[in-house]
């Protein structure tokens, strides 16, 4: 059965620390790995994906195939960074959301 | 920037009646998804669809379930015989044709079952 595990649902860090979220998946095939966010108020929108090897707003995902995580990773954590973050492996046209976590960046 | 829009907001319904959410994605979109979040929970898939037919559906979409495009624009979830356990927040999105393209997503219907 695919299953997407993020065994953090609420994440608290200072202003300027690192963060990690932490995604593992178990899924059938080679899904592509999706990072989506959603504001206070805001409707959810992609941070990131897997194949494009984008950094956006400083968080990169780095994959590891063996261990099947696909971990959200930022250097130095922004107030404006606050929100919920899914883990979402794509297979076809089935996407899973993880649990969620709430990240909560303070001054 | 285009967006995909759902419509009402937020409905309220007598548990036993059928509700119809709506939605237009995304113009040139081909695929069509809905989702559900239950207050608290996870967001779950409930269908996908594409060419005029369901492609992937989950456990959670069973007979009370349909989906439609009835015409150029318009994605609609029809739930049949509502429950109370049906109250959540229903999310359409849409995707570029192309093999895991990254979704987009409406506001959401927040349904209440009374």
């Known amino acids: 059965a695919q299953r997407v595990t993020q065994p953090e649902k609420l994440l608290s860090v200072f202003k300027g620390a690192p963060v990690e979220l932490k995604c593992n998946y178990s899924y059938s095939g080679s899904p592509e790995l999706f990072w989506y966010v959603q504001y206070s108020r805001q409707r959810l929108q992609l941070l990131l994906r897997h194949i494009s090897r984008e950094s956006i707003k400083g968080f990169t995902a780095d994959l590891n195939k063996g261990e099947t995580s696909f971990h959200l990773k930022k250097p130095f954590a922004q107030e404006e960074d606050s929100a919920m973050y899914y883990c979402a492996p794509h297979n076809n046209n089935d996407m899973r959301f993880g649990a969620g976590t709430r990240l909560t960046v303070k001054p | 920037e285009p967006e995909v829009t759902q419509t009402p907001s937020h409905q309220v319904t007598q548990m036993g009646q059928e509700v119809i959410l709506r939605c237009v994605p995304i113009?040139?979109?081909?695929?069509f998804y809905w989702y559900r979040q239950i207050l608290g929970q996870k967001v779950e898939f409930l269908v996908s669809?594409?060419?005029?037919?369901?492609?992937?559906k989950s456990e959670i979409f069973d007979d009370q379930f349909s989906v439609e495009r009835p015409d150029g624009s318009n994605f609609t979830l029809k739930i049949r015989s509502t429950k109370l356990e049906d109250s959540a927040m229903y999310f359409c999105a849409s995707s570029d044709p192309g093999g895991y393209q990254p979704q987009h997503f409406g506001d959401g219907t927040r349904l209440s079952i009374l």
């Open positions: 669809f594409y060419n005029n037919e369901i492609s992937e």
């Open positions: 113009s040139n979109h081909l695929y």
